[in-house]
C-alpha cells in the first residue's frame, strides 16, 4: 500500500496532480482547490491509502506540486 | 511650485486584517487584496477567505475606502467555477472593482454587472489596447515597463479620443508607485515555472530573480561566481521623488506594491504617499519634504530604491544584496493584554527582551492595525519603572486602543 497525504488549505489549484494521476485527483469545483479521491480528513490532512500500482503517478504528482503540500511514502 | 487640484487616488495592499487597517489609518484611497486563490499572491500572501469578504468591504465602507479584489491569474477551465463564485462573491459584498486579467474574467464580470479594472498582467502599453479595454473597464493598471512619457501621451490620447469605459466617463490610468518590481516585463516570467513547476502567472512564483548565481564554463567546467550583483534582482520602485511629475502625466490611481508584506511596511509606505499626494495638491511638495519620505521609506523593507523605467531607462537596475537593505529592523517582544478606556493605558505581557524608556515600539493586530510610540513612562506592579524585563507584565500611557490579539515589537537600527 501507499499512503497519500495532502495539506489541503494551502492547495492554489494549479491542476499539477490532476494532471499527473488523474484517477487520484480532481479540482473541486466547490473552493477550485484539488481533491484527494478516496481521502479521509485529519486535522487539516487528507489522507488516502491505496494501491502500489499508483505509486509513480502519484510520486509525479508529489514532485510537480508548486506548494508542496502533497506527500506519497510507501506503508 | 503651482498647485495640481486634480486628485491622485492612492491605492494600498491589504494582504491581511492587519495590513488593511494599517492602510486605512495611513490615509488609503482605495485597498487591494485577494480572496482563496486565482490572485497573483497565492503564495506569499496569506489571503482574505470569501467569508472573511463582507467584514472586509464592510470595515473599508465604514472608513469610505474602496475595495479592488485581485482576480488575476491566467484561468484555465478547471478554475471557472471558483473564478465565477469569486465574481459573485464580489457582486454580492459591494466590492467596488475586480482586478483582471483574463478575458474570462472580464466576460464574466460584464454580465454579471461587476466593475473591472485591467491588471497590470494584461500588459497594456498602447492607445488601441485601452481602446479595446475600455468596453470593459473604466480604469487600466497600465505595464510597469512605460516611461512617464508614454503614460502622459496615452493619458492625452484618451482624452482626445474620449476613451471611455464602461461608466461613460473617460478611462482612467493606474500606476504602479513603489515596491518590487519584476525582472521581466510584468507577467512574462516563466522561471519559477521551469525550476519548481510553480507558475509566477498563477501567483505561486518561488522568486529565482532574488538569488545569487554561477556561470559555468561548459567547456573547461570552471565555476565562476557572479560576485556583487543579484543579477536577477530588480531594486525596489519608489516614485516619491518625482510624484508630481506622475500627476501631471495624467495618472489617476497610484498603487504601492506588497500584498505580501507586513503592517508597518503598508503603513509607513502609504503614510508617505498620502503626505507627498497631499503636498502635490496643495503646492509644498518640495525636495526636503521629499529626503523625509524617503528617509522613512528607508526604514520598512525595501531592496534599494530605483526610479523603475518612468524617467527613461532602458535597463533595469538590479540590487547588490539579498533580502531587505531596511534601516530599521523589528523585535518581536511580547502582546497586549488589556486597555484601560477612562485612563487611556495599555497593558501588555513582555514574553521576551528588554524594554525601556525612550525606546521606539511597534504594536500591530487584526483590529488595531499600527500604532507607532516613543515609550516616555513605564509602570510594572503599579510602580514607575525605567525598563522591563523578560516574564514582566507592564502598563504605559496610550491614546489608542489596544486589544490582547496585539504584537508588540521594538523598533532599533538594521545594523
Not at chain 2, 29 to 41: A, K, P, T, W
Not at chain 2, 118 to 125: E, H, W
Not at chain 2, 367 to 373: A, L
Amino acid at each position: 500500500m501507499i499512503r497519500i497525504t495532502q495539506q489541503r488549505a494551502k492547495c492554489i489549484g494549479c491542476h499539477a496532480c490532476v494532471d499527473a494521476a488523474p484517477h487520484r485527483w480532481r479540482v473541486s469545483r466547490k473552493d477550485g482547490k484539488c481533491t484527494l479521491i478516496g481521502s479521509k480528513e485529519k486535522k487539516g490532512w487528507h489522507i488516502a491509502l491505496v494501491d502500489e500500482e499508483e505509486w509513480p503517478a502519484n510520486l509525479i504528482a508529489e514532485k510537480n506540486c508548486p506548494v508542496k503540500i502533497i506527500r506519497v511514502e510507501k506503508v | 511650485m503651482k498647485s495640481i487640484t486634480k486628485k491622485l487616488e492612492l491605492l494600498a495592499p491589504a494582504g491581511s486584517f492587519e495590513s488593511l487597517m494599517a492602510a486605512i489609518q495611513a490615509g488609503a484611497d482605495s485597498v487591494y487584496f485577494g480572496i482563496e486563490q486565482l490572485n497573483m499572491r497565492t503564495r506569499s500572501s496569506s489571503n482574505f477567505t470569501v467569508e472573511d469578504l463582507q467584514q472586509v468591504t464592510a470595515l473599508c465602507r465604514q472608513h469610505s475606502v474602496k475595495t479592488y479584489l485581485t482576480l488575476n491569474t491566467i484561468i484555465y477551465d478547471h478554475d471557472i467555477s471558483m473564478m465565477k463564485k469569486i465574481v459573485d462573491a464580489a457582486r454580492e459584498n459591494g466590492v467596488d472593482a475586480v482586478i483582471a486579467s483574463d478575458i474570462a474574467v472580464l466576460h464574466y464580470a460584464a454580465k454579471t454587472g461587476v466593475k473591472v479594472h485591467i491588471s497590470t498582467q494584461a500588459n497594456v502599453t498602447n492607445i488601441d489596447a485601452v481602446e479595446f479595454f475600455a468596453a470593459y473597464a473604466d480604469v487600466m493598471v497600465l505595464s510597469r515597463e512605460l516611461t512617464l512619457m508614454q503614460v502622459s501621451a496615452l493619458a492625452k490620447e484618451i482624452k482626445r479620443r474620449r476613451i471611455k469605459g464602461p461608466s461613460g466617463h473617460n478611462v482612467r490610468l493606474e500606476v504602479f508607485g513603489h515596491g518590487a518590481l519584476c525582472m521581466a516585463v510584468s507577467g512574462k516570467c516563466y522561471l519559477s515555472l521551469h525550476s519548481d513547476f510553480a507558475s509566477a502567472n498563477r501567483g505561486a512564483c518561488v522568486q529565482n530573480c532574488r538569488r545569487t548565481y554561477i556561470v559555468t564554463d561548459k567547456e573547461s567546467g570552471a565555476e565562476l561566481e557572479v560576485d556583487n550583483e543579484y543579477i536577477m534582482s530588480a531594486k525596489d520602485l519608489c516614485t516619491i521623488d518625482f510624484l508630481d511629475k506622475i500627476v501631471e502625466a495624467g495618472v489617476s490611481v497610484l498603487k504601492i506594491e506588497g500584498r505580501g508584506r507586513s503592517a508597518d511596511y503598508v503603513f509607513t509606505t502609504t503614510k508617505c504617499y498620502r503626505e507627498a499626494i497631499e503636498a502635490v495638491n496643495d503646492g509644498t511638495f518640495s525636495t526636503e519634504k521629499v529626503a523625509d519620505w524617503k528617509s522613512r521609506l528607508s526604514t520598512v523593507y525595501n531592496r534599494g530604491f530605483w526610479d523603475g523605467y518612468y524617467l527613461g531607462r532602458t535597463m533595469g537596475e538590479w540590487t547588490n544584496d539579498y533580502g531587505s537593505k531596511a534601516t530599521k529592523k523589528k523585535i518581536f517582544l511580547g502582546k497586549g493584554l488589556k486597555y484601560f478606556e477612562t485612563a487611556k493605558v495599555g497593558e501588555f505581557l513582555l514574553e521576551t527582551q528588554s524594554l525601556r524608556i525612550g525606546d521606539d515600539i511597534l504594536i500591530t493586530g487584526p483590529t488595531t492595525g499600527v500604532i507607532q510610540h516613543t515609550i516616555s513612562a513605564l509602570r510594572v506592579n503599579d510602580q514607575e519603572a525605567e525598563s522591563v524585563q523578560k516574564g514582566e507584565s507592564f502598563t504605559m500611557a496610550l491614546e489608542e486602543k489596544i486589544r490582547p490579539s496585539d504584537k508588540l515589537y521594538k523598533i532599533v537600527d538594521a545594523q
